[in-house]
């Protein structure tokens, strides 16, 4: 796997002496995933952490619920929206089928929500999962401005400690 991987642990802690590694327990992995090439990175990241902890994972897929604002007036159709699920339902299950190759111990949830980040950040809380393991696009000056960045707001907002998995500098758009 060729990604570099750079890890932030999300924690209020009164001072730096008094962390202590040992009391972190990854027993339940969530790895959210869009089956983007970064993404597939994260997934692969978190197979091998799961296995090599010995650890639950989950795969997580969120299907971005269109804004009122965002859809023309002709509007989405109730087919062309039961053909995006069932897509999704297909990816995620060839992907979970990959998981499953190198480790047995892993799931998958599918969600639908109108803001992604805050649904990842929900569906960890609910699961008692205690390590998140995301990618990033990567966008650096004008994108990273205009787009944002979700995997800094779920930093910002994780309820556990967070892996960030980006892809290599030749790979940024």
Same mark, same amino acid.
């Given at each position: 796997?060729? #990604?570099?991987?750079?890890?932030?642990?999300?924690?209020?802690? $009164? *001072?730096?002496?008094?962390?202590?590694?040992?009391?972190? &327990?990854?027993?339940?992995?969530?790895? $959210? *995933?869009?089956?983007? !090439?970064?993404?597939?990175?994260?997934?692969?990241?978190?197979? @091998?952490?799961?296995?090599?902890?010995?650890?639950?994972? &989950?795969?997580?897929?969120?299907?971005?619920? !269109?804004? !009122?604002?965002?859809?023309?007036?002709?509007?989405?159709?109730?087919?062309?929206?039961?053909?995006?699920?069932? +897509?999704? @339902?297909?990816?995620?299950?060839?992907?979970?089928?990959?998981?499953?190759?190198?480790?047995?111990?892993?799931?998958?949830? @599918?969600?639908?929500?109108?803001?992604?980040?805050? +649904?990842?950040?929900?569906?960890?809380? +609910?699961?008692?999962?205690?390590?998140?393991?995301?990618?990033?696009?990567?966008? /650096?000056?004008?994108?990273?401005?205009?787009?944002?960045?979700? #995997?800094?707001?779920?930093?910002?907002? #994780?309820?556990?400690? *967070?892996?960030?998995?980006?892809?290599? #500098?030749? /790979?940024?758009?």
């Amino acid at each position: 796997m060729k #990604a570099s991987i750079e890890t932030s642990i999300h924690a209020e802690v $009164p *001072t730096a002496q008094s962390v202590d590694i040992s009391k972190f &327990t990854f027993s339940h992995i969530l790895a $959210p *995933t869009d089956f983007s !090439p970064n993404s597939d990175k994260a997934v692969d990241c978190a197979v @091998q952490l799961a296995r090599r902890l010995g650890a639950k994972l &989950t795969l997580l897929h969120i299907a971005s619920e !269109p804004s !009122p604002l965002d859809l023309p007036i002709e509007a989405i159709s109730a087919e062309e929206s039961e053909g995006w699920k069932k +897509e999704a @339902q297909k990816r995620m299950a060839d992907q979970l089928a990959r998981a499953k190759l190198q480790y047995q111990e892993v799931d998958s949830v @599918q969600r639908t929500a109108l803001h992604q980040r805050d +649904e990842i950040i929900g569906v960890a809380r +609910e699961l008692s999962a205690n390590l998140l393991v995301i990618s990033t696009h990567g966008y /650096t000056g004008w994108k990273h401005f205009l787009l944002g960045s979700d #995997a800094e707001k779920i930093l910002e907002h #994780a309820c556990c400690p *967070t892996l960030v998995v980006r892809s290599d #500098a030749t /790979t940024r758009h």
